[in-house]
Protein backbone atom coordinates (compact mmCIF):
# COMPACT_ATOMS: atom_id res chain seq x y z
CA UNK A 1 0.00 0.00 0.00
CA UNK A 2 1.33 3.31 -0.71
CA UNK A 3 2.34 5.37 2.27
CA UNK A 4 -0.25 7.73 3.73
CA UNK A 5 0.87 11.34 4.84
CA UNK A 6 0.66 11.96 8.19
CA UNK A 7 -1.69 14.92 9.12
CA UNK A 8 -0.03 15.97 12.39
CA UNK A 9 1.57 19.05 12.81
CA UNK A 10 5.31 19.48 13.04
CA UNK A 11 7.97 21.52 14.57
CA UNK A 12 11.50 21.79 14.86
CA UNK A 13 11.97 22.05 18.38
CA UNK A 14 10.32 21.14 21.55
CA UNK A 15 11.10 22.34 24.85
CA UNK A 16 9.21 20.90 27.59
CA UNK A 17 10.36 22.73 30.93
CA UNK A 18 8.74 22.72 34.39
CA UNK A 19 7.68 26.45 33.75
CA UNK A 20 7.17 29.20 30.85
CA UNK A 21 6.86 32.34 31.51
CA UNK A 22 5.68 34.40 28.76
CA UNK A 23 6.05 37.91 30.11
CA UNK A 24 2.80 38.36 28.18
CA UNK A 25 0.18 38.48 29.57
CA UNK A 26 1.91 40.09 32.94
CA UNK A 27 2.57 37.69 35.56
CA UNK A 28 1.41 34.03 34.04
CA UNK A 29 3.07 31.31 34.84
CA UNK A 30 2.15 27.93 32.47
CA UNK A 31 3.33 24.66 33.81
CA UNK A 32 3.54 21.34 32.26
CA UNK A 33 3.05 23.30 29.27
CA UNK A 34 5.47 22.84 25.82
CA UNK A 35 7.06 25.15 23.67
CA UNK A 36 7.41 24.66 20.07
CA UNK A 37 9.40 26.26 17.20
CA UNK A 38 9.10 26.07 13.56
CA UNK A 39 11.20 27.89 11.49
CA UNK A 40 12.76 30.15 14.18
CA UNK A 41 9.76 31.29 15.48
CA UNK A 42 7.20 30.31 18.07
CA UNK A 43 4.17 27.71 16.41
CA UNK A 44 2.69 26.42 19.38
CA UNK A 45 2.12 27.17 23.88
CA UNK A 46 0.60 23.77 24.54
CA UNK A 47 -0.11 21.66 27.69
CA UNK A 48 2.14 18.80 27.26
CA UNK A 49 -0.53 16.26 26.14
CA UNK A 50 -2.01 18.64 23.48
CA UNK A 51 1.66 19.01 22.24
CA UNK A 52 2.01 15.05 21.70
CA UNK A 53 0.06 15.63 18.68
CA UNK A 54 3.30 17.30 17.07
CA UNK A 55 6.13 15.74 15.84
CA UNK A 56 8.80 17.33 16.56
CA UNK A 57 12.30 16.90 15.15
CA UNK A 58 14.46 17.81 18.30
CA UNK A 59 12.57 17.47 21.76
CA UNK A 60 14.31 18.78 24.93
CA UNK A 61 12.98 17.87 28.12
CA UNK A 62 14.02 20.63 30.97
CA UNK A 63 12.81 19.20 34.28
CA UNK A 64 12.64 21.89 37.39
CA UNK A 65 13.54 24.61 34.65
CA UNK A 66 11.88 27.99 33.84
CA UNK A 67 11.80 29.03 30.18
CA UNK A 68 11.64 32.63 29.75
CA UNK A 69 12.25 35.04 26.92
CA UNK A 70 15.44 36.54 26.16
CA UNK A 71 16.75 38.99 28.04
CA UNK A 72 16.85 43.02 26.12
CA UNK A 73 20.08 44.74 27.55
CA UNK A 74 18.45 48.14 27.01
CA UNK A 75 22.02 50.27 27.40
CA UNK A 76 25.35 49.14 27.37
CA UNK A 77 28.91 50.06 25.83
CA UNK A 78 30.34 46.72 24.96
CA UNK A 79 33.18 47.09 23.60
CA UNK A 80 34.39 48.57 26.97
CA UNK A 81 34.95 45.06 28.06
CA UNK A 82 38.85 45.68 27.64
CA UNK A 83 38.29 48.91 30.03
CA UNK A 84 36.85 46.64 32.84
CA UNK A 85 38.71 47.64 35.78
CA UNK A 86 40.58 50.45 33.86
CA UNK A 87 39.79 53.04 36.65
CA UNK A 88 37.06 52.47 39.52
CA UNK A 89 35.67 53.93 42.94
CA UNK A 90 35.89 57.52 40.64
CA UNK A 91 33.13 60.17 40.37
CA UNK A 92 31.78 60.24 36.63
CA UNK A 93 33.60 63.34 35.13
CA UNK A 94 36.76 62.77 36.78
CA UNK A 95 36.54 58.80 35.23
CA UNK A 96 35.58 60.30 31.83
CA UNK A 97 37.77 62.86 31.55
CA UNK A 98 41.26 61.44 33.26
CA UNK A 99 40.55 57.88 32.66
CA UNK A 100 38.55 56.30 29.97
CA UNK A 101 38.57 59.73 27.44
CA UNK A 102 42.33 59.48 27.22
CA UNK A 103 42.44 55.83 27.30
CA UNK A 104 39.99 55.67 24.32
CA UNK A 105 41.80 58.29 22.43
CA UNK A 106 45.21 56.23 22.41
CA UNK A 107 43.56 52.94 21.84
CA UNK A 108 40.01 52.82 20.31
CA UNK A 109 39.86 50.76 16.86
CA UNK A 110 37.87 48.72 14.65
CA UNK A 111 40.23 46.04 16.07
CA UNK A 112 39.67 47.14 20.01
CA UNK A 113 36.19 47.34 19.39
CA UNK A 114 35.94 43.87 17.60
CA UNK A 115 37.82 42.13 20.27
CA UNK A 116 35.80 43.78 22.95
CA UNK A 117 32.27 43.28 21.81
CA UNK A 118 33.19 39.40 21.20
CA UNK A 119 34.09 39.05 25.05
CA UNK A 120 30.91 41.16 25.69
CA UNK A 121 28.47 39.17 23.67
CA UNK A 122 30.04 35.68 25.17
CA UNK A 123 29.28 37.23 28.73
CA UNK A 124 25.79 37.94 27.34
CA UNK A 125 25.14 35.09 25.83
CA UNK A 126 25.75 33.04 28.81
CA UNK A 127 23.95 35.07 30.77
CA UNK A 128 20.84 34.94 29.22
CA UNK A 129 21.17 38.23 27.07
CA UNK A 130 19.86 37.81 23.50
CA UNK A 131 19.75 41.13 22.63
CA UNK A 132 21.68 44.63 23.51
CA UNK A 133 21.66 48.13 22.93
CA UNK A 134 24.48 49.38 22.07
CA UNK A 135 26.37 52.85 21.83
CA UNK A 136 30.06 53.25 21.21
CA UNK A 137 32.70 54.38 18.04
CA UNK A 138 33.24 51.47 15.25
CA UNK A 139 29.74 49.95 15.49
CA UNK A 140 30.63 48.11 12.14
CA UNK A 141 32.19 45.75 14.54
CA UNK A 142 29.76 45.55 17.35
CA UNK A 143 27.48 44.25 14.18
CA UNK A 144 30.12 41.75 13.12
CA UNK A 145 30.90 40.18 16.57
CA UNK A 146 26.84 40.20 17.42
CA UNK A 147 26.36 38.60 14.31
CA UNK A 148 28.71 36.37 14.30
CA UNK A 149 27.72 35.34 17.69
CA UNK A 150 24.51 35.13 16.78
CA UNK A 151 23.28 37.67 19.23
CA UNK A 152 20.56 41.12 18.17
CA UNK A 153 21.87 43.87 18.51
CA UNK A 154 20.82 47.36 18.18
CA UNK A 155 23.59 48.98 16.89
CA UNK A 156 24.01 52.72 18.79
CA UNK A 157 25.40 55.26 15.76
CA UNK A 158 27.24 57.26 17.70
CA UNK A 159 27.76 61.33 17.90
CA UNK A 160 29.68 63.96 19.37
CA UNK A 161 30.88 67.02 18.75
CA UNK A 162 34.18 66.02 19.73
CA UNK A 163 36.87 64.23 16.74
CA UNK A 164 38.00 60.62 17.49
CA UNK A 165 39.73 58.05 15.74
CA UNK A 166 36.50 57.41 14.10
CA UNK A 167 35.28 60.30 12.76
CA UNK A 168 36.44 63.96 12.81
CA UNK A 169 33.55 65.70 13.28
CA UNK A 170 29.61 65.78 13.90
CA UNK A 171 28.67 65.28 10.12
CA UNK A 172 31.45 62.66 9.61
CA UNK A 173 29.56 60.52 12.72
CA UNK A 174 26.01 61.23 11.13
CA UNK A 175 26.88 60.19 7.52
CA UNK A 176 29.38 56.91 8.53
CA UNK A 177 26.53 56.14 11.13
CA UNK A 178 23.52 56.34 8.13
CA UNK A 179 26.09 54.72 5.73
CA UNK A 180 26.53 51.54 8.23
CA UNK A 181 22.64 51.20 8.62
CA UNK A 182 22.50 51.42 4.68
CA UNK A 183 24.58 48.44 4.63
CA UNK A 184 23.54 46.35 7.21
CA UNK A 185 19.68 47.24 7.47
CA UNK A 186 19.02 44.08 5.77
CA UNK A 187 21.10 41.69 8.71
CA UNK A 188 17.89 40.44 10.46
CA UNK A 189 19.63 40.45 14.15
CA UNK A 190 20.52 43.67 13.87
CA UNK A 191 18.30 47.28 14.17
CA UNK A 192 19.64 50.35 14.80
CA UNK A 193 19.61 53.90 17.16
CA UNK A 194 20.85 57.31 16.56
CA UNK A 195 22.88 57.61 19.75
CA UNK A 196 24.13 61.33 20.66
CA UNK A 197 26.53 60.73 23.41
CA UNK A 198 24.73 63.30 26.03
CA UNK A 199 23.64 66.50 25.99
CA UNK A 200 26.77 67.92 27.24
CA UNK A 201 28.70 66.69 24.69
CA UNK A 202 26.06 67.40 21.65
CA UNK A 203 25.53 71.15 20.59
CA UNK A 204 22.36 72.23 19.38
CA UNK A 205 22.76 72.27 15.65
CA UNK A 206 24.11 68.50 15.71
CA UNK A 207 20.96 67.79 18.01
CA UNK A 208 18.64 69.48 15.65
CA UNK A 209 19.89 67.09 12.68
CA UNK A 210 19.42 64.12 15.10
CA UNK A 211 16.30 64.76 15.14
CA UNK A 212 15.46 65.15 11.54
CA UNK A 213 17.53 62.10 10.75
CA UNK A 214 14.96 60.38 13.32
CA UNK A 215 12.35 61.36 12.16
CA UNK A 216 13.05 60.63 8.25
CA UNK A 217 14.45 57.25 8.91
CA UNK A 218 12.35 56.33 11.83
CA UNK A 219 14.89 55.26 14.15
CA UNK A 220 15.45 55.36 18.01
CA UNK A 221 17.65 57.52 19.94
CA UNK A 222 19.57 56.64 22.55
CA UNK A 223 21.09 59.42 24.62
CA UNK A 224 22.82 59.75 28.41
CA UNK A 225 20.07 62.00 29.74
CA UNK A 226 20.14 63.53 33.68
CA UNK A 227 23.18 61.26 34.67
CA UNK A 228 24.67 63.69 37.34
CA UNK A 229 23.74 66.83 39.03
CA UNK A 230 26.98 67.82 37.62
CA UNK A 231 25.80 67.78 34.01
CA UNK A 232 22.54 69.49 35.33
CA UNK A 233 24.57 72.42 36.38
CA UNK A 234 26.50 72.75 33.71
CA UNK A 235 23.55 72.89 31.08
CA UNK A 236 22.02 75.78 33.24
CA UNK A 237 25.28 77.31 33.18
CA UNK A 238 25.73 77.06 28.91
CA UNK A 239 22.19 76.74 28.39
CA UNK A 240 20.12 78.68 30.56
CA UNK A 241 18.02 75.46 30.84
CA UNK A 242 17.63 71.76 32.00
CA UNK A 243 18.60 69.41 29.88
CA UNK A 244 15.56 67.76 29.24
CA UNK A 245 13.74 70.86 28.29
CA UNK A 246 16.83 71.69 26.27
CA UNK A 247 16.01 68.09 24.32
CA UNK A 248 12.43 68.80 24.07
CA UNK A 249 12.60 72.61 22.50
CA UNK A 250 15.00 70.95 20.23
CA UNK A 251 12.85 68.10 19.03
CA UNK A 252 14.26 64.92 20.65
CA UNK A 253 11.95 63.75 22.73
CA UNK A 254 8.81 61.01 21.62
CA UNK A 255 8.38 57.82 21.87
CA UNK A 256 11.60 57.05 20.16
CA UNK A 257 13.46 58.47 22.70
CA UNK A 258 15.36 56.56 25.21
CA UNK A 259 16.77 58.47 28.44
CA UNK A 260 19.36 56.60 29.89
CA UNK A 261 20.18 56.74 33.65
CA UNK A 262 17.42 59.64 34.03
CA UNK A 263 19.04 59.67 37.47
CA UNK A 264 18.74 63.17 38.11
CA UNK A 265 14.53 64.33 37.58
CA UNK A 266 12.33 67.07 38.98
CA UNK A 267 8.29 65.91 39.24
CA UNK A 268 7.78 68.23 36.06
CA UNK A 269 10.43 66.40 33.97
CA UNK A 270 8.78 63.04 34.59
CA UNK A 271 5.72 64.35 33.92
CA UNK A 272 6.84 65.29 30.48
CA UNK A 273 9.00 62.07 29.88
CA UNK A 274 5.36 60.39 30.04
CA UNK A 275 3.46 62.91 28.22
CA UNK A 276 6.49 62.68 25.06
CA UNK A 277 5.86 58.58 25.28
CA UNK A 278 9.66 58.05 25.86
CA UNK A 279 11.82 55.64 27.35
CA UNK A 280 14.14 55.51 30.43
CA UNK A 281 17.08 52.85 30.50
CA UNK A 282 17.65 52.07 33.94
CA UNK A 283 20.99 50.93 34.74
CA UNK A 284 21.24 50.80 39.03
CA UNK A 285 24.38 48.98 39.57
CA UNK A 286 26.13 52.02 37.07
CA UNK A 287 24.31 54.40 38.92
CA UNK A 288 24.94 53.48 42.30
CA UNK A 289 28.96 52.89 41.61
CA UNK A 290 29.68 56.27 39.72
CA UNK A 291 27.34 57.80 42.93
CA UNK A 292 24.94 59.39 40.51
CA UNK A 293 22.34 58.56 42.49
CA UNK A 294 18.88 56.35 42.36
CA UNK A 295 16.93 57.43 39.64
CA UNK A 296 13.37 57.77 40.62
CA UNK A 297 11.89 54.02 38.98
CA UNK A 298 8.62 54.22 41.90
CA UNK A 299 7.22 57.60 40.49
CA UNK A 300 8.36 56.79 36.79
CA UNK A 301 6.04 53.61 36.26
CA UNK A 302 3.94 55.73 38.52
CA UNK A 303 3.72 58.24 35.50
CA UNK A 304 3.28 55.52 33.09
CA UNK A 305 6.88 56.35 31.76
CA UNK A 306 8.13 53.17 30.25
CA UNK A 307 11.30 51.54 31.73
CA UNK A 308 13.71 49.06 30.66
CA UNK A 309 16.42 47.56 32.28
CA UNK A 310 20.05 47.97 31.02
CA UNK A 311 23.98 47.08 32.59
CA UNK A 312 25.56 49.74 31.27
CA UNK A 313 28.84 49.32 30.03
CA UNK A 314 31.40 47.21 31.40
CA UNK A 315 34.19 49.91 32.40
CA UNK A 316 31.21 51.11 34.83
CA UNK A 317 29.17 48.48 36.02
CA UNK A 318 31.46 46.03 36.00
CA UNK A 319 29.19 43.33 35.12
CA UNK A 320 27.13 42.54 31.96
CA UNK A 321 24.64 40.85 34.54
CA UNK A 322 20.72 41.52 33.86
CA UNK A 323 19.64 39.57 36.41
CA UNK A 324 22.01 41.52 38.99
CA UNK A 325 20.03 44.69 37.24
CA UNK A 326 17.03 43.08 37.43
CA UNK A 327 17.08 42.10 41.21
CA UNK A 328 18.37 45.84 42.17
CA UNK A 329 15.63 47.55 40.11
CA UNK A 330 13.07 46.00 42.35
CA UNK A 331 14.94 46.60 45.49
CA UNK A 332 16.05 50.24 45.27
CA UNK A 333 12.17 51.03 44.00
CA UNK A 334 11.53 49.47 47.33
CA UNK A 335 13.77 51.30 49.18
CA UNK A 336 13.72 54.25 48.21
CA UNK A 337 10.30 54.39 47.98
CA UNK A 338 9.09 52.80 51.23
CA UNK A 339 6.51 50.77 49.17
CA UNK A 340 7.38 47.13 49.18
CA UNK A 341 5.55 46.59 45.74
CA UNK A 342 6.53 48.92 43.63
CA UNK A 343 8.06 47.13 41.57
CA UNK A 344 6.97 43.41 42.05
CA UNK A 345 9.15 40.44 40.39
CA UNK A 346 6.75 39.76 37.62
CA UNK A 347 6.89 44.06 36.48
CA UNK A 348 10.97 43.25 37.63
CA UNK A 349 10.80 40.10 34.97
CA UNK A 350 9.03 42.59 32.03
CA UNK A 351 11.10 45.39 32.69
CA UNK A 352 14.25 43.11 31.82
CA UNK A 353 12.54 41.51 28.48
CA UNK A 354 9.32 43.25 26.89
CA UNK A 355 10.04 46.37 27.72
CA UNK A 356 13.50 46.70 26.33
CA UNK A 357 12.19 45.05 23.50
CA UNK A 358 9.51 47.91 23.20
CA UNK A 359 11.68 50.76 23.60
CA UNK A 360 13.73 49.16 20.68
CA UNK A 361 10.85 48.85 18.52
CA UNK A 362 11.21 44.89 18.85
CA UNK A 363 8.13 44.58 20.63
CA UNK A 364 6.64 42.95 17.97
CA UNK A 365 9.20 40.21 17.30
CA UNK A 366 11.23 39.72 20.55
CA UNK A 367 10.79 40.12 24.10
CA UNK A 368 7.69 38.00 25.50
CA UNK A 369 6.86 34.82 24.24
CA UNK A 370 3.82 35.20 22.23
CA UNK A 371 2.84 32.93 18.91
CA UNK A 372 4.67 34.09 15.85
CA UNK A 373 7.09 35.92 17.72
CA UNK A 374 10.97 34.87 17.11
CA UNK A 375 12.41 31.62 19.59
CA UNK A 376 14.13 33.56 21.34
CA UNK A 377 14.98 31.75 24.57
CA UNK A 378 16.45 31.39 28.04
CA UNK A 379 16.01 27.99 30.32
CA UNK A 380 16.99 28.76 33.97
CA UNK A 381 17.96 25.70 36.12
CA UNK A 382 15.76 26.02 39.61
CA UNK A 383 16.38 22.94 40.46
CA UNK A 384 19.36 23.56 43.07
CA UNK A 385 19.36 23.95 46.58
CA UNK A 386 19.84 27.56 46.38
CA UNK A 387 16.88 28.23 44.35
CA UNK A 388 14.87 25.49 46.92
CA UNK A 389 12.01 25.58 47.67
CA UNK A 390 10.20 27.24 44.46
CA UNK A 391 6.64 28.34 45.31
CA UNK A 392 6.43 31.07 42.77
CA UNK A 393 9.54 30.91 40.27
CA UNK A 394 8.84 34.33 38.78
CA UNK A 395 10.09 35.50 42.46
CA UNK A 396 12.49 32.75 41.86
CA UNK A 397 14.35 33.92 39.12
CA UNK A 398 14.55 38.16 40.54
CA UNK A 399 15.61 37.38 43.45
CA UNK A 400 17.45 34.16 44.27
CA UNK A 401 18.79 32.98 40.92
CA UNK A 402 21.26 34.59 38.62
CA UNK A 403 23.23 34.32 35.38
CA UNK A 404 25.17 31.15 36.84
CA UNK A 405 21.78 29.36 36.90
CA UNK A 406 21.56 29.71 32.65
CA UNK A 407 21.57 26.62 31.16
CA UNK A 408 20.22 26.65 27.82
CA UNK A 409 20.01 29.69 25.28
CA UNK A 410 18.16 30.03 22.03
CA UNK A 411 18.27 33.09 18.96
CA UNK A 412 15.82 32.62 16.40
CA UNK A 413 15.83 28.86 17.46
CA UNK A 414 18.80 28.58 17.05
CA UNK A 415 20.92 27.34 20.39
CA UNK A 416 23.24 29.19 21.10
CA UNK A 417 24.78 28.66 24.58
CA UNK A 418 23.74 24.42 25.33
CA UNK A 419 24.72 23.11 28.80
CA UNK A 420 26.26 26.74 30.06
CA UNK A 421 28.64 26.36 26.91
CA UNK A 422 28.39 29.47 24.18
CA UNK A 423 28.21 27.56 20.66
CA UNK A 424 29.37 30.51 18.62
CA UNK A 425 31.98 32.23 20.27
CA UNK A 426 35.72 30.13 21.04
CA UNK A 427 36.05 30.84 24.77
CA UNK A 428 39.44 30.46 24.76
CA UNK A 429 40.27 32.47 22.00
CA UNK A 430 38.59 35.29 22.58
CA UNK A 431 39.85 35.20 26.73
CA UNK A 432 43.17 35.07 24.47
CA UNK A 433 42.52 38.22 23.01
CA UNK A 434 41.49 39.91 26.15
CA UNK A 435 44.60 39.42 27.79
CA UNK A 436 46.73 40.75 24.73
CA UNK A 437 44.99 43.73 25.82
CA UNK A 438 45.38 44.42 29.32
CA UNK A 439 48.55 43.83 28.39
CA UNK A 440 48.76 46.71 25.95
CA UNK A 441 46.91 48.95 28.13
CA UNK A 442 49.01 48.78 31.39
CA UNK A 443 50.74 51.89 31.96
CA UNK A 444 53.74 51.85 29.91
CA UNK A 445 51.97 49.66 27.67
Given amino acids: MPHEPSHEPTCDLRLDPEWIIPVEPTGRVLRHHSLLVKAGRIAALLPC ?39 DDLPLMVWLREHIWPAEGRWVSAEFVLDGSRLACLEMLRAGITCFN ?31 AYAADPDGY ?5 DLRDAWKNEPLASFCLAPHAPYSTADRTLEKVATYAAQLDLPIHMHVHETRDEIAQSIKDHGIRPLARLRNLGLLGPGFIAVHAVQLEAA ?38 VGVGTDGPASNNRLDQWQEM ?26 T ?27 DLSGVENQPCYDPISQLVYCAGRQHVR ?8 VVREGVCLTLDAAEVRQKAMVWRERLRPGG
Avoid at 67 to 82: D, F, K, R
Avoid at 141 to 147: F, G, I, N, P, R
Avoid at 296 to 302: D, H, S
Avoid at 408 to 415: F, I, L, S
Fill in 174 to 178: LQKGI
Fill in 269 to 306: EIDMLASHGCHVAHCPSSNLKLASGMAPIARLLAQGVH
Fill in 49 to 87: RQADAWQATERIRLPDHALIPGLVNLHTHAAMTLLRGYA
Fill in 327 to 352: RLTALLAKGSSGDPAAVPAHIALEMA
Fill in 354 to 380: LAGARALGLDGQIGSLGLGKQADLVAV
Fill in 134 to 164: DMYFFAESTLEAAVTARQRVAAGLIVVDFPS
Fill in 408 to 415: HVWVGGQA
